[in-house]
């Protein structure tokens, strides 16, 4: 897990098991950036989904590739991201698109420094820089 802001989390695939632990964690949104069967082995979106219902978290199939980046829900990611009365944790392969996604929706006068600490976190964020 890495965590970008005071509200926000994110990292590579989850499992249904780790679920409860985001909710314990305190985070109220799960957002999923993964398509399903994006590569094998990977757990179901559904299966995901129904962990989250069951820990309590409020949850988002938001998937999102290189080709469709940032795809169709980008203002909705960013009321999420913004909300601080609901912590979100998002996940996908590495936490690369989620940090790609948080990126882009951060206020022009934010960017800089969001880059710096995603850049210092690790991650790549050519994505980001194609749209901005």
């Not at 890495?2 to 098991?17: E, H, M, R, W, Y």
């Not at 995901?48 to 069951?54: M, S, T, Y």
């Not at 998002?90 to 940090?99: D, K, S």
């Amino acid at each position: 897990m890495f965590k970008l802001s005071d509200n926000v989390a994110v990292s590579g695939q989850i499992t249904p098991q780790d679920v409860v632990e985001i909710a314990e964690a305190g985070y109220k949104v799960l957002i999923n950036n993964r398509p399903d069967g994006e590569e094998g082995g990977q757990p179901s979106n559904a299966d995901i989904e129904a962990a989250a219902v069951e820990a309590g978290l409020e949850y988002h199939y938001m998937p999102v590739n290189a080709m469709n980046f940032p795809g169709d829900a980008i203002d909705q990611m960013a009321d999420f991201f913004d909300d601080e009365s609901r912590p979100v944790f998002a996940f996908c392969r590495t936490g690369t698109r989620c940090t790609n996604l948080w990126l882009v929706t951060r206020a022009e006068e934010e960017r800089m420094e969001a880059a710096g600490h995603a850049q210092g976190l690790g991650f790549d964020l050519g994505m980001a820089a194609r749209v901005l």
